[in-house]
């Protein structure tokens, strides 16, 4: 029988005669006549039929989507994640029924080959310490969590401390203090104010590089979700299930994390850090936090309309100006990492994920955003956006600015993938220089900026850096790090590679980038 998440099965009967045998020696029919559902297990497809459901009779999922099978004093219970259709999200399915006594020879088998299968080289009953942000997006992440969430890992047989938290700051205490002894992962029930809290709690913890160790595990509850869609990609990255099966089986991958020096006070960002119009529109639109990610849409219009100049000065420590070769260097990174990650790397507290990306050819010396590496003797078309460096290889921008974006991991919001190029863990961080431009480019900027799009635009300055410097002329405006407001002063940001670890279900960030197949838009 099937049972929707949270019932439980009956007790064990000998079936009634008259009970369908099954049909081949891959299948096992589980269940009483009249309410029996037939499962079976082809190479690494799972189906399940169960034709007294009306509204789901069939439902086909992948055996890495199975969290737990077992038989059990004669119940076979089998629970797994399946999407009703491609689009929709991952829903959670219970089997339970008495089998046959001349199936259950088999039964025992099929559930051991099912773990086997789900589990490759993952540790089974996962310890997660999950944090829950009650406040985070439109509000419902506690709804979530005891709904989709928490059965997910239960039916898993994970061993959970969830914590809701209390107040703005909480999540960020109680990673200072973490026991690194007692857990696999941190489960992050949030949007990406969270993480950032996380983040910094670990930076601040007595033993950081342990505790940098201790993989991160995105669930999506919040407005943007960065993170969460980094890691489990466009259609999942809203999906809190994916989420929660991806802190059950996700495997270590590094990423880069950021650290922005202000005031003589050293804090890390692991997504993003934005003045100007990105800024005013992230930290302007809280009041509108119930509308999701369509606050962000309606903040850039309202922003575009007002035309602001960012008052900052820019100056970058350039590593690469060349966009063609940008693109270029990601897919050969995706081609090698795709190589190198296997599918039976353990997970345990101290497991290692694969170093951190070296590129295959050597970085070209982008001097006044002309690239001078004889690989790519591409000639600029305009005067360069950037003065000649000085002695220490900085560079600074020349020319009127709508915002400055830069950070890590290609979406900042679904709406929009700020940064398509970026690579996990190079050591470089994407910095955005966009020039004040007119309002009608900046509205049709909009168009295609979900796939980045708007990269190509002449007027979108990208460059790869180790480090960047922002020194505002003004004092009224905002500077948001990881969607958190911080004091409008200057500050500087450099790149650490391979600082910190989350989980991902394929070793990279989830968002293809190509050279376009026409001309880039002007
Ligand atoms: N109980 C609470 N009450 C008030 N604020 C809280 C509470 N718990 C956490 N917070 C704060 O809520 C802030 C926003 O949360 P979060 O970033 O998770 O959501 P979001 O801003 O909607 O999502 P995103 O950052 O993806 O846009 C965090 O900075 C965190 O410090």
Redesign the pocket.
């Given at each position: 029988m099937c049972f929707p998440c949270g019932r439980r099965s009956a007790s064990p009967l000998a079936l009634p005669l008259g009970t369908p045998a099954h049909t081949d020696a891959n299948t096992l029919i589980v269940g009483a006549q009249g309410r029996s559902t037939a499962v079976t297990l082809n190479g690494d497809t799972l189906l399940v039929q169960r034709n007294a459901d009306k509204r789901w009779p069939r439902v086909e999922s992948n055996v890495h989507h199975v969290l737990w099978a077992e038989l059990k004093g004669g119940l076979f219970n089998l629970s797994f994640l399946a999407r009703r259709t491609p689009q929709s999200p991952l829903a959670l399915v219970h089997v339970s029924g008495s089998v046959r006594i001349d199936d259950i020879e088999r039964a025992g088998p099929l559930a051991t080959r099912l773990m086997d299968k789900a589990y490759a080289g993952i540790k089974r009953h996962r310890k997660l310490k999950v944090l829950v942000?009650?406040?985070?997006?439109p509000g419902n992440g506690i709804e979530h969590y005891n709904r989709r969430i928490e059965p997910v890992f239960h039916a898993a047989r994970c061993i959970v401390d969830s914590t809701f938290?209390?107040?703005?700051?909480?999540?960020l205490e109680l990673m200072r203090e973490l026991d690194l002894e007692q857990y696999d992962a941190v489960v992050v029930v949030?949007?990406?104010?969270?993480i950032h809290?996380v983040i910094n709690g670990f930076a601040e913890h007595r033993d950081p590089e342990r505790a940098f160790r201790i993989p991160i595990a995105p669930v999506p509850s919040?407005?943007?979700?960065?993170l969460a869609l980094n890691v489990l990609g466009v259609q999942d990255g809203y999906d809190v299930s994916a989420g929660a099966l991806n802190a059950i089986k996700g495997r270590p991958m590094h990423i880069d994390l950021m650290s922005v020096m202000q005031d003589g006070q050293k804090s890390f960002s692991f997504m993003s850090q934005t003045v100007g119009l990105f800024a005013d529109l992230d930290l302007g639109t809280e009041w509108m936090?119930c509308l999701g990610a369509q606050r962000f849409v309606l903040g850039y219009i309202f922003g575009v309309l007002q035309k602001r100049r960012c008052p900052v000065q820019l100056s970058l420590r350039l590593v690469e100006g060349d966009k063609r070769k940008m693109v270029q260097d990601l897919n050969a990174y995706r081609v090698n990492v795709k190589a190198q990650y296997t599918q039976h790397s353990p997970l345990s507290p101290t497991a290692q994920a694969p170093t951190p990306w070296t590129a295959t050819t050597a970085y070209a010396s982008t001097i006044g955003g002309t690239t001078v590496n004889s690989s790519t003797p591409l000639e600029p078309k305009h005067p360069s956006p950037v003065s000649e460096p000085d002695a220490d290889g900085w560079v600074t921008f020349n020319r009127p600015l709508s915002y400055v974006y830069a950070g890590k991991g290609p979406y900042v919001s679904k709406d929009l993938m700020q940064f398509p190029v970026s690579i996990p863990d190079d050591g470089l961080l994407d910095v955005v220089a966009q020039e004040l431009t007119s309002r009608k480019a900046m509205l049709t900027a909009m168009d295609g900026s979900e796939h980045g799009d708007q990269f190509w635009l002449d007027t979108q300055h990208y460059f790869r850096a180790t480090a960047y410097r922002v020194e505002p002329y003004k004092s009224n405006s905002c500077l948001s790090v990881d969607?958190?407001a911080y004091p409008f002063t200057s500050f500087q940001v450099e790149c650490h590679r391979g600082m910190a670890t989350v989980l991902s279900p394929v070793g990279c960030y989830q968002a293809e980038f190509h050279l376009p197949e026409d001309e880039p838009r002007k």
């Open positions: 942000n009650p406040k985070s997006g938290t209390s107040y703005g700051g909480h999540a949030s949007g990406d104010g969270s809290e919040g407005s943007g979700n960065g936090r969607g958190e």
